[in-house]
């Protein structure tokens, strides 16, 4: 259903930075309606919010962004509650130029490990729990009440086994 999967991805705009990989992946696995849909869809949820709240939310929005990344750097924010490299990173005692390198690297083998398994083309179920998965990846500010994404990809995988069967290890 590309419509109402458009529709659901581009209403993922309130939570942009847990959603980066996605449209990869839709570009990767050639589904281009659904992709086309959840950009006009997120655009008219920013116009909407532009026509309510007006331009000056978009300027508190990334004064917002400043301020939670200084406080992620500086340690304001417990990164022991976080699930980031960048996060892992600074509780481990690197410095903030060396934790945003390992994410970085992190963030790339994820994204290209995503490509690999989009590339061999599985079910998709396995193709959307990677997706998910995988966009947990490039953002730093990873909670861990942003960890209940991770029931979306387990969904996916208990679907398949149902369907399929539960594979022999």
Known sequence: RPLLSGLMLGSLIIK??????????????????????????????????????????????????????QYLESGELQWSQMASAFSFSRWLGLDVTTSYALHAGHFLLGTLALLAILRRKPPREL????????????????????????????????????????PRW
């Open 127 to 166: 193709q959307w729990s990677s997706a998910l998965l995988a966009s947990l990846m490039p953002s730093p500010f990873v909670y861990q009440y942003d960890l209940v994404l991770l029931t979306l990809p387990m969904l996916c995988l208990i679907q398949r086994a149902l369907t399929t069967g539960w």
């Open 16 to 69: 942009p930075h847990l959603f980066l990989l996605l449209p990869l992946a839709l570009i990767a696995t050639r589904e281009h309606r659904p992709l086309v849909i959840a950009i006009i869809t997120a655009l008219l949820w920013c116009a909407l919010s532009t026509w309510v709240l007006g331009t000056a939310s978009w300027q508190a929005f990334h004064d917002g962004i400043l301020l939670a990344r």
